[in-house]
C-alpha cells in the first residue's frame, strides 16, 4: 500500500491524540480495577499496536516486560486467525508464554481490534499482573514450581468476545481456575472496560484522520525510533564487549546458574549473543525469549537514549542470538514465574558489559532481583480465604557522578509499595517494621544504593508464605573498584531467633506471633572507596545507614582523614 | 463591614506583589505593582498597601475586605528555603518517608531520583507507640520514648517539627499527646501533627503533606503575623482571608498553622474569578484554559463549581489535601518550538522565560517561540504588548521562526501556524484529561481562555474539541486577582473512616454528619460569619471493597440540618459516578464509605460589573486593519478594535482582532464576537470542524 507523505507536525499531533489514549486507558484501568497489585501498585500496562502487529505507542508508565508480552499477543493472533476473521467487537485474551507470545501466566492480556474505513488498522492493549492465575501455590508465583502446568492456567489466543459477544464460558474457566475470582472478575471488567474505551477513543481519532494518514504517521514514528536509535547506537565504539554473571538458585536445587553475553557493536547495529549461557533449568526462573528482548530493550534505552519513544522502532534494533531451551530462550513446558528476577539480572549483565564502552553511563550491579512476598490464608475476621502479593525495591547501583538509590525498584520494574495502612485494613497481617538495612550499599566512590527490611506477621491466625529472591548468594558487584552490595535473604523469626528460609521458600507455615523477614538485595559501588568525599562519609555515618565498623573496614583512610584538621 | 467599601486583593509573586483594588460603591478600579521583598513579604504588602493609598486615594481605613494570595510557601518549598525539621514517626518506620513509593520518577533513566526528604535520617526520630487499622491501641504510647526524643530534638537545634503516626487518621490520640507534650518541653518550635494537617488514608502521603507543612510553619508564622498586626493597625475593621487550594480563604490564623494549603492557591484563584464571570454571563458550564509565559492551567467548572482533586505533587514531593483540580501542561507564549533527536518537532516544555524571552522582545533570544509565531502571523501586533508599552521586533520572529520554516521546506506562516497546532494539541491533551476522561463531553461546556496568551489559542482548541462557544472575560490578565476577591471563606472538614455501604451503617454516616457539622458552626462561630452569610456542602468518597481510588459524590443537604440520603440512594449516586468516569458499574458488588466532608462557607459580598470606559459604543468602529493568517495559506485584511471600545450589545463579525492592555482577542472569520451586560466577549464559532 502506498503511504501519503507526512509532515513532522501532523505526525506530532496524530502522535499526541494517541498517546491521549494510551494514558487515558492506563488509569482507567489502574482507578477501576480490584486487586491492589493493579490499583495500588501498578503493575499494569497499555499501549496500541498497528495491523501488523508492532508496537506504536504506549503508556509511559508502562513496564518494559508487558510491552514484550503485548508484542508477542500480536504475533500468536495475526497466527492463528486469519484477517477474516479478526472482526469488530471481538476481545482477544491469552496469557501463556509458550504459545501466546506472553511471559509468565499472571499477566493477563488483552487486545481488541480497531477497525476503520471497514479495514483493519490496529490493536488496542492492555495488560496486568493479576494476584493470582491458580496452579499449585496461592500467588502463582512461588518456588519450587518444575513445570508450566504447575503455575496456573495457560490461556492461549482464544476470543473472550466475539463481535461484541461475550464467550461466558472462557470467563467461566478463567474465574474457576484463580483464586479469589470475585477479584479476579473485578480485575476483569476493568480491562474489558480499558479496551473499549481505547476503541472508542481511536474512532474518535478516525473522524479527524484518515486511514491512510494513520498509517502513514505509524510508519514515521517506528522509522525514525529506529534510526535513532541506530544513531545512537553507532556513539558507542565499535567493540566485543562480554560479561557473565550466575543467578543463584533455581528453587529446586540448581544453583550458580551462568549466563554469558558477548556483545559485538559495528557501527549502528549491536549484535546480543547470548551462547554459553545455562541450558532451562528445572526452577522457574527460566526466560522466554520475548522477555529477553524486553531486557535487552530496556537496556539500550536506558543506557543510549533515555528519552526516546518507545515503539518497535527499538525493538527493531533488538538483534539477539540465543539457544533454543536455553535459560534466556526457553521451550515448553519450562516454568517461567520468577523470570523477572532473570530479567533483572540480564540487564545487569547487558549493563557491565557496556560498562568498559560507556563507563560513564554504567552503573554498579543493582538488587537484580524482584524480591516476591506472598502471604495467604483465611482471614479470622470474616472466615475469607485472602492472599497478598508484593514484590520489594532493594538497591539501585552507584553512578557515576551519585550514590545509589536506596530502597527502590530497579531497572525493568517500578511497581510502588503497598501502603502499611492498606495492608493492615484489608488483610489480617501485621507490618512491624519497615527500613532501609545498614551496611547493604556497597562501598565506593558512589556507594551503592541499600536494601530494604520489612517484617510481617499474621494476626490472629496460621498463615503461608511464599517467596522468590536472587542475589542472595551472589552479592550485586560494584564496577571500576566500588565494592559488592549486601545479599538478600527470608528468615522466619519466633520468639527464640531466627530461621534462614531458602532463597524461593515455599509453602512455609507462620504462626500467630511468628513473623517473616524480607531482607532486600543493596547494590555495587562504583569507582575506588578511597576516592569518596568527606562529605559523603559524613553522611553516611551520621544518618547511620553505615556502621561505624562498615566505614572504617571498607575506608581505610577514613581514620586518618578524620584525624586531620577539619578544612 | 459598612465603614469599608473598599475590596482589595494582593497577589504576592516571587518578584513582584500586585494589588488590585476594587471600589464596590463606585466601581472604581485601582492598580499598582510593587517589588516583593522575600525576607518578609509581609513588607511589600503593607508597602504596597501604602502607595496605593497615596497613589490611588484609596483610603485604607475604608477597606473592608483584603484577599491575599501568595507563592511564598510554593517558592520556599522550590528553592528549599523552610525551616530546619524534624519528624516524629512511630518506632521502626523512620524510612518510611525516604522510601515513599519505592519507585523512581522515569523508568528508563539512570540518573533520576524523587529528591531527598526534608527531614534527613538523622532527623527522624521513633517513639514507641502502635494504633492498628481499626483506630485500636496496640501498643500504648511510651512517654519515656517521647521525652528521649525531645532531648534529640533539642540537641538537633530543629526549627519545626512533623509528627506522623501510623493510622493515625483513625486515632489521633497519640500523635496529639506528643504533640502536647513537645509543644510542653520546646515552646519555640512550630509543630505539625499528621492527624490535624491531613487526616486521611495512605501513610506515606500524609506524612510527606506533614513534613512539608512543618518546613513552611517558623517563616509562613512570621509573614502572618506581621501582616496580621500590620493590617490590624491600617484598617481595623477588614476582613482578611488568605487563599488556599481549595479555592476558598482561610484565616490568618489557620494560614498560620497550615502554610501548604497555600501551595497550590495561585491557580485556583483563577478559576473562582473565572466561575464570578461565568455567572454573570448565565454560563455555568466552562473549560477555563489559563495561558501565560511558560505553563497553561486548566480546569473544568460545572454548575459553577470546580471538582476538587487530593493528590498532586509540590517541588517533587506528593501533597493530599482539597484543592481544586487543574491540570498543568508546559505550554506558555514563551514555548520554544525544537526538533528532537528524530527529527520530530517538539513545542515545550522549554520556556525562552521571560529572559532572553521570545525572538520578538528583542532580548536576545534567538529560539522561536509560540509568541514569535503569532507575530508571525499578525495575530499579535508588532505595535506591542502592555497597551503599547513594549514593542516587538517583527523581523526578530520571522528570523526565528525561519529556521523551523527552513528545516521543513515551509513558507514561514506555514510553519508558524505548525507550532501553533502543535502548542494547541498539548493543551487539547490536557483538557482531555480534566474533561473526556473524567466523563464530560467538552461540547457541552463553553471555553474560557485568560492569561495574557489565553485568547490568542482559544480557538485552535475549541476547534479540536469540538466546543462551539468562547468566553473572554473583561480582563483576561487579571482575573486571578479578581478570583481573590470574589472567594468565599472556607474551610473542609473529613472523616476518614471505612464502611461498608449498607442500611447498618446508617446511623455511623449520620454520627460523622453530625460530628462535621458541630466542627463547621464551631468554625463558623469563630469566624464570626452571620447566619445568613453561610453555606455548606456534603460529598460520600465511595469505592467498590475492593477498590483503592475513591470517587466523590456530592449530595444534597441543608444548611441547619445537613444530613446524607439514605444508603440505596448513595449507592444509586455512586453506580452513577462509576458508570460515568469508568463506563460501567457492577451493581452487586459491595460499596464501601471511605470518608465524608463537609466544607463550610463564609460567603463575602463580591464586587459587581466594571464601570464602562469613555467612548465605548455598542457599533465600535475599528482603531486600525492589518494582515492577519487565520485557517488559510493567504493573510486576510482584519479589522483591529480596541476592547475599551466595546459596550454590552457590541457585535463583530470575523475576522477582527481586539487588542487590549493585556490581552489579544482573536475573531476567526465567519465567526460572530458580542459584547454580555458583563462586558464579557462571547464568540460563537460557525465552524464546528
Redesign the interface.
Known amino acids: 500500500m502506498t503511504r501519503e507523505a507526512i509532515d513532522p507536525i501532523t505526525i506530532e499531533i496524530v502522535a499526541s491524540a494517541f498517546r491521549s489514549v494510551v494514558d487515558e486507558t492506563f488509569i482507567a484501568l489502574m482507578k477501576s480495577a480490584y486487586s491492589t497489585n493493579i490499583k495500588e501498585r501498578h503493575d499494569h500496562s497499555t499501549a496500541i499496536c498497528d495491523q501488523d502487529g508492532r508496537l506504536i505507542v504506549q503508556a509511559d508508565m508502562s513496564l518494559p516486560i508487558h510491552i514484550a508480552s503485548m508484542t508477542g499477543l500480536m504475533k500468536s493472533i495475526l497466527a492463528k486467525y486469519p484477517p477474516s476473521e479478526i472482526e469488530e467487537g471481538d476481545v482477544f485474551v491469552a496469557n501463556d508464554p509458550h504459545v501466546a507470545g506472553g511471559t509468565h501466566l499472571p499477566d493477563i492480556n488483552y487486545a481488541a481490534p480497531l477497525f476503520l474505513e471497514g479495514q483493519l488498522m490496529g490493536f488496542v492493549c492492555n495488560i496486568a499482573h493479576h494476584a493470582d492465575i491458580g496452579g499449585m501455590a496461592p500467588g502463582s508465583m512461588a518456588g519450587g514450581m518444575s513445570e508450566i502446568y504447575q503455575e496456573g492456567l495457560r490461556i492461549p489466543v482464544v476470543k473472550l468476545f466475539r463481535k461484541g459477544q461475550i464467550q461466558q464460558d472462557i470467563m467461566d474457566i478463567m474465574l474457576l481456575n484463580a483464586r479469589i475470582p470475585d477479584e479476579r472478575r473485578g480485575d476483569h471488567f476493568a480491562q474489558i472496560a480499558a479496551c473499549r474505551l481505547g476503541v472508542r477513543r481511536v474512532l474518535e481519532i478516525g473522524q479527524r484522520y484518515s486511514l491512510s494518514t494513520i498509517r502513514s504517521v505509524f510508519d514515521e514514528l517506528v522509522e525514525r525510533t529506529r534510526a535513532r536509535m541506530r544513531a545512537a547506537i553507532a556513539e558507542v565504539p565499535d567493540g566485543i564487549y562480554e560479561f557473565d554473571d550466575v543467578m543463584d538458585d533455581d528453587g529446586l536445587g540448581t544453583v550458580d546458574i551462568p549466563i554469558r553475553l558477548k556483545v559485538t557493536v559495528t557501527g549502528d547495529r549491536a549484535i546480543f549473543d547470548w551462547t554459553g549461557s545455562a541450558p532451562q533449568v528445572r526452577g522457574n526462573i527460566n526466560v522466554p525469549i520475548n522477555a529477553t528482548q524486553a531486557a535487552v530493550a530496556y537496556a539500550l534505552r536506558a543506557l543510549l537514549d533515555p528519552e526516546i519513544a518507545n515503539n518497535q522502532g527499538i525493538i527493531d534494533c533488538c538483534e539477539i542470538v540465543s539457544e533454543k531451551g536455553s535459560i534466556v530462550d526457553c521451550i515448553a513446558p519450562a516454568p517461567v514465574a520468577a523470570r523477572a528476577n532473570t530479567s533483572q539480572r540480564l540487564i545487569d549483565i547487558i549493563i557491565g558489559a557496556f560498562s568498559r564502552a560507556i563507563p560513564e553511563r554504567a552503573v554498579g550491579a543493582s538488587n537484580g532481583a524482584n524480591t516476591t512476598a506472598v502471604f495467604s490464608g483465611i482471614d479470622p475476621r470474616n472466615g475469607k480465604p485472602y492472599l497478598y502479593f508484593e514484590t520489594l525495591g532493594g538497591g539501585f547501583g552507584g553512578r557515576n557522578d551519585r550514590d545509589g538509590k536506596d530502597g527502590v525498584q530497579v531497572h525493568i520494574t517500578n511497581t510502588s509499595n503497598l501502603p502499611i495502612e492498606a495492608i493492615e485494613t484489608e488483610y489480617p497481617l501485621r507490618v512491624v517494621s519497615y527500613g532501609f538495612i545498614q551496611d547493604s550499599g556497597g562501598a565506593g566512590r558512589y556507594r551503592g544504593g541499600g536494601g530494604l527490611r520489612r517484617v510481617i506477621e499474621p494476626v490472629g491466625h496460621e498463615c503461608i508464605f511464599n517467596g522468590a529472591g536472587e542475589r542472595f548468594a551472589n552479592a550485586p558487584w560494584g564496577i571500576f573498584g566500588g565494592q559488592p552490595g549486601r545479599p538478600g535473604r527470608f528468615a522466619l523469626a519466633d520468639g527464640s531467633g531466627e530461621t534462614q528460609l531458602e532463597v524461593k521458600p515455599s509453602g512455609v507455615d507462620v504462626a500467630p506471633g511468628h513473623r517473616i523477614v524480607v531482607e532486600t538485595p543493596g547494590s555495587g559501588g562504583y569507582g575506588d572507596p578511597a576516592e569518596r568525599s568527606d562529605e559523603a562519609l559524613d553522611n553516611d555515618r551520621i544518618s547511620q545507614k553505615y556502621s561505624k565498623d562498615y566505614l572504617a573496614r571498607h575506608y581505610p583512610g577514613i581514620a586518618k582523614r578524620a584525624a586531620q584538621p577539619p578544612r | 463591614m459598612q465603614a469599608g467599601n473598599w475590596f482589595i486583593g494582593v497577589d504576592v509573586g516571587g518578584t513582584f506583589t500586585d494589588l488590585y483594588a476594587f471600589n464596590r460603591d463606585e466601581g472604581t478600579v485601582a492598580l499598582h505593582k510593587t517589588s516583593s521583598t522575600p525576607q518578609n513579604p509581609a513588607e511589600a504588602i503593607i508597602n504596597g498597601l501604602r502607595e496605593l493609598a497615596a497613589k490611588s486615594n484609596v483610603p485604607l481605613d475604608a477597606m473592608a475586605s483584603l484577599a491575599h494570595g501568595t507563592t511564598v510557601a510554593t517558592n520556599a518549598l522550590i528553592q528549599r528555603r523552610g525551616a530546619k525539621v524534624a519528624v516524629v514517626t512511630t518506632r521502626?518506620?523512620?524510612?518510611?518517608v525516604?522510601?515513599g513509593?519505592?519507585?523512581?520518577p522515569?523508568?528508563?533513566?539512570?540518573?533520576a531520583?524523587y529528591p531527598m526528604p526534608l527531614a534527613?535520617?538523622?532527623m527522624r526520630f521513633e517513639v514507641s507507640e502502635r494504633i492498628?487499622?481499626q483506630g485500636e491501641i496496640?501498643e500504648p504510647l511510651d512517654m519515656a520514648s517521647v521525652d528521649a526524643v525531645i532531648e534529640q530534638l533539642r540537641d538537633s537545634g530543629t526549627e519545626a517539627c512533623a509528627i506522623a503516626f501510623?493510622?493515625s487518621y483513625l486515632n489521633p490520640v497519640h500523635e496529639q499527646a506528643v504533640k502536647a507534650r513537645i509543644q510542653q518541653a520546646l515552646p519555640d518550635i512550630a509543630i505539625s501533627a499528621s492527624s490535624d494537617v491531613q487526616p486521611e488514608?495512605?501513610?506515606?502521603e500524609r506524612t510527606s503533606t506533614t513534613l512539608l507543612n512543618a518546613y513552611l510553619q517558623p517563616a509562613f508564622s512570621r509573614y502572618m503575623s506581621t501582616l496580621k498586626d500590620a493590617v490590624a493597625e491600617m484598617s481595623p475593621t477588614a476582613h482578611v482571608g488568605i487563599n488556599q487550594s481549595n479555592g476558598g480563604l482561610m484565616s490568618i490564623d489557620k494560614a498560620r498553622d497550615y502554610p501548604i494549603r497555600t501551595a497550590l492557591s495561585g491557580p485556583a484563584a483563577g478559576t473562582i474569578g473565572a466561575i464570578h464571570m461565568a455567572r454573570q454571563s448565565g454560563k455555568p458550564d466552562i473549560i477555563t484554559f489559563d495561558m501565560g509565559g511558560t505553563s497553561a492551567d486548566v480546569a473544568l467548572i460545572r454548575n459553577c463549581e470546580t471538582s476538587l482533586a487530593f493528590d498532586r505533587d509540590v517541588a517533587g514531593f506528593p501533597v493530599r489535601m482539597p484543592m481544586v483540580d487543574i491540570n498543568t501542561v508546559g505550554a506558555g507564549g514563551g514555548s520554544i518550538a525544537w526538533?528532537?533527536?528524530?527529527?520530530?518537532?517538539?513545542v515545550g516544555p522549554i520556556s525562552a522565560g521571560a529572559v532572553p524571552g521570545p525572538a520578538c522582545y528583542g532580548r536576545g533570544g534567538t529560539e522561536p517561540t509560540v509568541t514569535d509565531a503569532n507575530v508571525v502571523l499578525g495575530r499579535l501586533s508588532g505595535h506591542g504588548l502592555l497597551g503599547g508599552a513594549m514593542s516587538l521586533d517583527e523581523d526578530a520572529a520571522r528570523r526565528a521562526v525561519g529556521k523551523v520554516a527552513d528545516r521543513?521546506g515551509?513558507t514561514i506562516e506555514r510553519a508558524a501556524k505548525?507550532?501553533l497546532?502543535?502548542v494547541s494539541?498539548?493543551m487539547?491533551?490536557a483538557i482531555?484529561?480534566i474533561s473526556?476522561?473524567r466523563g464530560h463531553d467538552p461540547r457541552d461546556f463553553v471555553l474560557m481562555p485568560f492569561g495574557g496568551a489565553g485568547p490568542l489559542h482559544a480557538d485552535g482548541c475549541a476547534r479540536a474539541l469540538g466546543i462551539t462557544q468562547i468566553i473572554v472575560p473583561y480582563s483576561p490578565g487579571i482575573l486571578c486577582a479578581q478570583g481573590l476577591l470574589v472567594a468565599d471563606q472556607s474551610e473542609s472538614f473529613v472523616r476518614s473512616q471505612?464502611l461498608a455501604l449498607d442500611a447498618a451503617s446508617a446511623p455511623v454516616l449520620a454520627g460523622l454528619v453530625s460530628e462535621l457539622h458541630g466542627e463547621a458552626l464551631a468554625w463558623w462561630q469563630s469566624e464570626a460569619i452571620r447566619e445568613d452569610n453561610r453555606a455548606l456542602k456534603l460529598a460520600v468518597d465511595m469505592r467498590?471493597a475492593?477498590?483503592?481510588?475513591e470517587l466523590q459524590v456530592a449530595v444534597d443537604a441543608e444548611l441547619a440540618d445537613p444530613a446524607l440520603p439514605d444508603t440505596a440512594t448513595l449507592k444509586q449516586l455512586f453506580f452513577a459516578a462509576?458508570e460515568q468516569?469508568?463506563?460501567?458499574y457492577?451493581p452487586d458488588?459491595p460499596v464501601d464509605v471511605v470518608a465524608v466532608r463537609l466544607t463550610a462557607l463564609g460567603q463575602l459580598p463580591s464586587p459587581g460589573t466594571p464601570p464602562l470606559q469613555d467612548g465605548a459604543s455598542d457599533s465600535p468602529k475599528p482603531r486600525t486593519t492589518r494582515k492577519v493568517w487565520f485557517e488559510q495559506p493567504e493573510a486576510v485584511d482584519t479589522p483591529v478594535y480596541d476592547r475599551a471600545s466595546f459596550a454590552p450589545g457590541a457585535r463583530v463579525e470575523g475576522p477582527a482582532v481586539i487588542d487590549q492592555f493585556d490581552a489579544t482577542t482573536l475573531v476567526f472569520p465567519g465567526d460572530v464576537a458580542t459584547v454580555d451586560e458583563a462586558l464579557n466577549i462571547i464568540i460563537d464559532r460557525a465552524r464546528t470542524a
Do not use: T
Open positions: 521502626n518506620f523512620r524510612d518510611l525516604e522510601i513509593r519505592q519507585i523512581r522515569k523508568l528508563y533513566d539512570l540518573k531520583d534527613p535520617r538523622e492498628g487499622p496496640i501510623l493510622f488514608f495512605r501513610e506515606y526538533f528532537d533527536r528524530d527529527g520530530l518537532i517538539k521543513l515551509f505548525g507550532i497546532d502543535i494539541a498539548n487539547v491533551r482531555r484529561a473526556i476522561e471505612r467498590y475492593s477498590q483503592n481510588y462509576h468516569a469508568y463506563g460501567f457492577n458488588d
